[in-house]
């Protein structure tokens, strides 16, 4: 059966051309095609096989990524790669490593804060992987909190030099990857302290090992942290710990673009704004909306190719069972699923868009739209992840039994994704911070300042009290607008009801706190609105293919009705439809989920990933499930032997020595 | 700082007396004396040490867990535990295990299935551990629709014996735990096939391996199916494939309590009513039931003493952090799964009454109540099981960072109960099974056959119908009889909705599949009337101990008008209550988080579980948390080299290559 295509005739059910669809998918051709060229790249070079990295110990499985990521830097010199070409590399390699942090963190730190000086001294050792770097900004105590960091860099006027500190226990650094055992250097971030004086958390190099032989240099400890969640996902990562005792460093080590400390330990602004950090986390968490539509993408892709491929239940006289996906309840737990998965590409398509917007706005000294630009962003990092996070398990429940088997690749597709929910904000804290902006564009609509952007729905506040839906039918809930007006209608009261409960409190920060369970549902609300609203902005631009664009309109009412009905008690709460309405739009989106039936796998398949990269016999792209199964079953090591280690040792004398005194 | 209890604070905060807490969480003085005893008999052996597991490679954590299952088995012996107590000291051992199956499956299938004379053949030994089984029913191809299993056990007259054979790839068994190198024997579910004829799926003992050198028999294809989720979780456990190339087994070793196959090859029913089955089907949920309330307990156990320790923002002048248990945000997570762990605690107590009635009445021949206790376990299985699960890793986000390392107990608590959603009846399947329950019940209202139990409600179906909430004041969604009826009143009015609209199909069959994922919801608000119902029932039995039955009623209150707040859509839609009561259910909840909260700490002691079966360092009595993290990153195998394995090979030539070529 090696080379039958056994979902072919799903394919051909297919209405719509794959190609084309591949294309939208990537964002552009060249998009497209530079992911399909690394992507196979990597997939046919023997050393990235991953399929054996869940049974390594931790110490082989490190050593293993250690070698990939050597052979991905002689691969990439060899081949001549672009920095683009050498991210996408990295990125189907698909295991966490040191140079994730030295690429992704470590060299960014440098050339977004450090002066041009500074960049001219580091970048060219950092590009050439002369030395190797990590991010060590979180503490063992303290991580969302930044402002909270213990770690202090004390300026020494004798020798002109910072000295760095960890001075209790609490203050170690904790996380970063690349620190335990491979980074060379570290950007560090501590407390500037001059003459007694705290002037707040800034960004240092430090040089952590010898490049002679490696060893940790004078005053620093530093080690790995041990095991995480999952057999391999980030274990292949050496999260490290780091003390400082009184470590001394060059006073220009300290990163001086945005402020600088003078010879004299004078503590001064460049001219430089401050609110570039704040495009940095824009661009970081555009990338992060962008990994979790991937993430999301590649589980899904998964489960809709097994439920096409399993059968269950429904057999008659004999004949095949139902197809999995043909149920209706697999359909309401996958369908919003693919839907979310395409809607968060379009999201973080246009957060791409905004990056771009905001930085040219910054050169031109417009901070007008930062706020909102940083609001929105982070609301996205939030929602998209969480969605991926628990989209990952749902389709990993979606697979039943071997779902649970890590050749299903699930298991470490959600280990190695849960992270993000965490790192770069954790989103708790981020959705308060989204409700935070809108409470203070919500106090402003009084004083004139028209909301901008995102909120700028909030501008037609009496509009929106007043709305009313006017579906009638179910077909009603397939246009546009009236997605859209019930959407922004439900955010908005549920912001200005909030805004009225705060205003109850004498105390405004009491209040938050107190209403914060409130304000998330608030801010949840908010970005819901955008997801949607991008998408559907982005079916009003021309998109050619035969029978894309339809796909997608399908698609886009799925994710806008499955949030409807998910989030009912939202829109009867606050009045912005009947609950006939609602059941109206349930009728819609079960009709809609017949629609993709046909689709569903050529609307996985282009998402264009390579067998190696989705690392899934369940997903294996020609459904040839079972044969691959039995197969890769005998690979354990357990099965190495018949008689498994142990066996003669624990479990013989106890089958023997009994026997013994049987009576049978 | 060793000795020192960093939350005796918390402690003395606590408004009840936990000893007694103790004693109501345990179901009783004898329970609780048990299993404070086994658990500490089992936390005080070095053998059954268990933080270094996740550490491990396959193969050596397979030999430990065999090393530990021996070590059981010893003291078991040495001690002379009787059968309930050698269940706990398996339990605290807290490493999935073959004697898992072999106690809680195979011998209670030869138990619940043998006749006398195989019970007398078979359980002598197995009760010995002379033979070692395992419990050999779903296939590669077949989960939960046992109807479907290939497997045949063909009888053959001439030599009055049955040919189990394997036709097809995907009728090799696959999944069953201690099968894979461990098993000597295996309850082995096939068709019985007598003359061409099939008589359905049956359960036969079958001998897998030699018990001489252990060496599979002839015909029998046997092996390990791989890694599963996790780095140890049940990687610790041999599921297991096997094959059968016509393998014979003499005709008394089919099970035969309920039917029998002659000498001559007669198929007949013994006297033994097949409901027995369902009893067994009962049985096993209930247990599932009790444990998903202890496995949320862990996790909820490790969040709550995390977050007292844990402080995060909120400083002024130089003090400390704010505990991140005092955010709103973190208690409206937390505090309801507190709530749940109880309620769920209560509906296995009243579980385990419902199977000795249903034992009671099978006994007598009485099979009324049977289907109705068939539907509550299975949608409390469900229920339960999905909170569970979910509710750990919301406990594991609740940690933050922290919680991603190994050392916090939670990603291997994650991976080890996940599969309680999957076995014994996918969720998915069992609600499913729970609403065709509930759809017949309704259909006979109308012919006078009154719905019992649980389902009796539905016998007020008009005076449910007609109902009003008439709760004026945040503090009316406290008193037990408003909460009862709304949830009452939501439940009937969604399931007759299903069956109006059921109705309208002219193949009931066809509606059932398209309403499929309302039918869900109409039986997911069911079972959750039951849980609200049980808990409320407890609180009007006395209860002893200073101030428990008060903070019992504050998490009743909690667990329901969570709900209320969770599923608000469900109670608008229906009409059950108005937002408005809706807003003040609300209301109410923030104030009894508020109550909950200086005795959260006490309230997770309750579940006395002591820091070994925990295995958290986030989650210790004791609360120190951040020396001990800082101590357990060291022993990790990375650790234990300054140089990493691999380091010289593949990241020292390119650190040192490269600096030949640079300019600096």
Sequence with gaps: MEGVDHLADERNKAQFDVSDMKIVWAGSRHAYELSDRISRLVASDPVFKKDNVSTLGRKELFKNTLKKAAHAWKRINELGLNEEEALKLRTFMDQPSFTDLHWGMFVPAIKGQGTDEQQQQWLPLANKMQIIGCYAQTELGHGSNVQGLETTATFDHKTDEFVLNSPTLTSSKWWPGGLGKISTHAVVYARLIIDDKDYGVHGFIAQLRSLNDHLPLPGITIGDIGMKFGS??????????????????????????????????????????????????????????????????????????????????????????????????????????????YAFRFAGEWLKWLYTDVTERLQAKDFSTLPEAHACTAGLKSLTTSVAADGIEECRKLCGGHGYLSSSGLPELFAVYIPACTYEGDNVVLLLQVARYLMKAISQLNSGNKPVGTTAYLGRKEQLMQYRSDVVRAEDWLKPSVVVEAFEARAARMSLACAQNLSKFSNPEDGFQELAADLIEAATAHCQLIVVSKFIEKLQQDIPGNGVKQQLQVLCSIYALFLLHKHIGDFLTTGCITPKQGSLANEQLRSLYSQVRPNAIALVDAFNHTDHYLGSILGRYDGNVYPKLYEEAWKDPLNDTVIPDGFHEYVEPLLKQQLRNARL
């Excluded at 780091?242 to 602004?269: A, C, W």
């Excluded at 489960?303 to 149920?327: K, L, M, P, W």
């Design 232 to 341: 391999a996902a980030y274990n292949s990562m050496d999260n490290g710990v780091l003390r400082f005792d009184h470590v001394r460093i060059p006073r220009n080590q300290m990163l001086m673009r945005v402020s600088q400390v003078t010879r004299e330990g004078k503590y001064v602004h460049s001219s430089v704004p401050r609110q570039l950090v704040y495009g940095t986390m824009v661009y970081v968490r555009q990338i992060i909306v962008f990994d979790a539509s991937v993430a999301l993408s590649r589980a899904v892709c998964i489960a809709t190719r097994y439920s096409a491929v399993r059968r269950q239940f429904g057999s008659q006289n004999g004949s095949h069972e139902t197809q999995v996906i043909d149920y209706k309840t697999q359909q309401a737990r996958l369908f919003p699923l693919l839907a979310s998965a």
